[in-house]
């Protein structure tokens, strides 16, 4: 018998005497579970019905995680609005991916682009100044960005450059996670990118005195850029 | 010295130290700020918390068919799915795969089950330099010192300390300034990401529909450690699973706000295989190792199975006072607090870590704050009472069996108390010093006096 066997024989001979539900103390003994009705959605924090009370959700988590969120009217503005920010932060070099999206946007920089769709240099990646990438959704109820490796662009590309910035449609937001879940299924189940992260804000720690400090590996900063 | 007297010695030592709890009871205060009012924000934070155990009680009720489940979705996406029954079979695993891969340089991100298994000792003894790379774990491993606390390792420190440790060890400028003190660390790790031929993880869940392992942190290491080294080993116990991807909308913001007070953690990453074809970067390699280690042992008591719901999101250590006055080294375990005195029995001996569940005011603060509902306080209990039936002491079978004498004989009974009464002005003189006959609770309790009178005296007087 090897490992996986042993380990699944004795998992199976401890399970032959059922476990007390939870919440019962251990004083009745109930064997037969019977699977709960109730959903997270019914439990996690509320959620407005329309899209522009999730909108203003959005808005308000991201301020509140440092999270740089601009509202664009058009994607004309997205050029104007990455162009901007590119000559404050006075960019050098930039990673990005192949998509719709970026595609239309970061040629208008006129800089060199690390893309790192395809084999990259990971060095090449490291001295860019920023990431600039698409994302699968927006979940209003957390402020999060859904992103994947398929999506945008890779691992890495999110997470190396001291800033990312991340291109979104209004028609992307999401009221919550079970309905972010759901979008992943709907559009993966079959075969699912081997990384999906939700990203709540910069990269933070609070591991010295427990203050607040952003940027600790990964982005300092965290532009979300929505039409 | 066994376990129990070097764990009395050192909460003696550190119970009275006001320097320690000046800074433990800072950080907690905020964290219960923040996490109440994050509670707050839930439609229903009870409900919530029981949807969580009752999902963690499937999980874990079922337990060999969804490893089942999870190890064949998670193999079919090209990982080598490992299985270690003890500590040393994991060890052994690893650094094998360290060998085979002749890396050099690791990097690691944070994960109590490498402590557990003392992975870091083990590959430092093969000759091999592993990094941690979550800024506080990076902050105790040049220490020499085990994690203060499963979420926040280096909570016991202040700015100035660990300022003084990075001039020592990183030759870095003093600074008082956290954010400053954040970059040093953030520049030195950076180029061990760039250049480590391994990256070593941990996992929070393990999804067995979807075969993937979820991964929360705040610092974004954990995805650099997943995203840069050409081969990839993720070390988890068997009991994190989660029967279902949709099951994480729940677990992720209950960990989040019960870990932190946060509404979600930084980073909340899944992985479902090394790099797949078509994908530009991730490691060629992941390895998957399954540890038991003495989680078959608590899974077989029923009572207690329900400690393996964990999530070790902290929260219970955050409320005890038993941790806020003596702290997370004191222990001497690798989970401390009330989760760490529950489980250490069963993953370490019984007789050996007793002294975990008598150091305990059995309030019940953790079981109240446990996100997955673990009777936390009951299973102290339990753990006294399989201590004693196991193992009785003489000096308890003595007393005992003296109460019992005493309490069935009226005669015998009222005697004592007529002795007690007459004795106590002379225990009173003593009371407290190594001359007590009741030293071992009087040195830190309080013995009330025997009431001058008895009630059947006074009832009969009333007559």
């Not at chain 1, 909108?55 to 601009?70: G, I, S, T, V, Y």
């Not at chain 1, 879940?181 to 990118?193: G, I, S, V």
């Not at chain 2, 999530?311 to 038993?322: E, F, K, Q, S, T």
């Amino acid at each position: 018998m090897n490992e996986r066997e042993k380990i699944l024989a004795r998992v199976r001979e401890a399970l032959k005497t059922p476990a007390p539900l939870p919440g019962s103390h251990g004083e009745t003994h109930l064997p037969v579970f019977e699977k709960t009705v109730s959903t997270p959605r019914q439990w996690l924090p509320k959620v407005g019905e329309t899209f522009e009370e999730q909108l203003a959700l959005f808005a308000k988590n991201a301020a509140e995680l440092k999270a740089d969120f601009q509202l664009l009217a058009s994607r004309d503005e997205l050029k104007t609005a990455l162009a901007k920010i590119s000559s404050t932060e006075d960019w050098k070099h930039v990673a990005s991916h192949r998509g719709e999206l970026t595609d239309s946007i970061s040629g208008s920089l006129n800089l060199p682009i690390c893309f790192t769709d395809k084999n990259y240099d990971v060095h090449e990646l490291e001295i860019c100044d920023v990431g600039i990438s698409e994302c699968d959704a927006l979940v209003a109820q957390t402020g999060s960005v859904l992103v994947t490796n398929r999506s945008a662009g890779g691992r890495a590309l999110s997470v190396l450059p001291p800033h990312h910035v991340v291109l979104a449609r209004r028609e992307q937001l999401v009221a919550d996670l079970p309905a972010a879940f759901e979008l992943l299924q709907q559009k993966y189940a079959a075969n699912y990118p081997s990384m999906i992260s939700f990203i709540t804000g910069p990269s933070r720690t609070g591991d010295i005195e427990r203050i607040l400090v952003l940027g600790a590996h990964g982005p300092k900063k965290l532009t979300i850029l929505c039409f | 010295m066994n376990f129990a007297s070097q764990f009395l010695k050192d909460a003696r030592v550190m119970a009275g130290d006001l320097r320690h709890r000046k800074i433990i009871r800072a950080a907690l205060g905020n964290y219960e700020i923040a996490r109440d009012k994050r509670k707050a924000s839930f439609q229903s934070w009870e409900s919530a918390r029981q949807l969580a155990a009752e999902t963690k009680w499937d999980a874990l009720n079922h337990l060999d068919k969804y490893l089942v489940e999870f190890t064949a979705k998670i193999e079919a996406r090209g990982t080598k799915v490992h299985w270690a029954s003890t500590a040393a079979q994991a060890r052994e695993i690893i650094l094998q795969i360290v060998r085979d891969k002749k890396a050099r340089s690791i990097i690691k991100s944070k994960a109590m089950t490498a402590e557990e298994i003392h992975l870091n000792d083990a590959l430092e003894h093969a000759g091999l330099n592993v990094v941690e790379n979550d800024l506080g774990e990076f902050i105790v491993q040049l220490r020499h010192e085990a994690p203060y606390h499963i979420v926040f390792p280096s909570m016991h420190l202040t700015r100035g300390e660990i300022s003084d440790l990075f001039q020592r060890e990183l030759g870095s400028a003093p600074t008082n300034d956290p954010e400053e003190l954040t970059m040093i660390a953030r520049r030195a790790l950076r180029k061990k990401f760039l250049t480590a031929d391994i990256g070593i993880t941990g996992a929070n869940f393990a999804i067995a529909e979807t075969g993937m392992i979820s991964i929360t942190e705040n610092e974004g290491n954990a995805r650099l450690t997943a995203a840069l080294p050409k081969t990839m080993i993720s070390l988890l116990g068997i009991e994190k699973i989660l029967p279902k991807l949709g099951d994480l909308a729940l677990f992720l913001p209950m960990l989040a706000t019960a870990g932190t007070g946060q509404p979600l953690t930084g980073y909340n990453t899944m992985y479902g295989g090394p790099r797949q074809p078509g994908e530009s970067d991730g490691p060629e390699e992941w390895h998957v190792v399954l540890l038991d280690n003495h989680r078959t042992e608590l899974l077989a008591d029923a009572e207690q199975r329900d400690a393996l719901h964990c999530i070790r999101c902290g929260a219970c250590l955050n409320v005890c006072p038993i941790f806020k006055n003596i702290g997370g080294h004191t222990y001497g375990t690798t989970y401390s607090g009330p989760i760490g005195s529950v489980i250490t029995p069963h993953l370490r001996g019984l007789q050996d870590w007793k002294h975990l569940s008598n150091a305990s005011s059995l309030c019940g603060a953790c079981t109240e704050a446990c996100p997955v509902k673990i009777d936390l306080h009951h299973h102290l209990l339990q753990n006294r009472r399989n201590a004693a039936a196991q193992q009785p002491t003489l000096k308890e079978q003595i007393g005992f069996k003296s109460f019992v004498q005493l309490a069935n004989h009226p005669k015998l009974w009222a005697f004592a108390k007529k002795f007690a009464r007459l004795t106590q002005p002379l225990q009173k003189l003593v009371r407290g010093t190594p001359l007590d006959p009741g030293y071992h609770w009087t040195q830190t309790r309080d013995l009330p006096d025997v009431a001058p009178e008895t009630f059947k005296d006074w009832w009969r007087k009333r007559k």
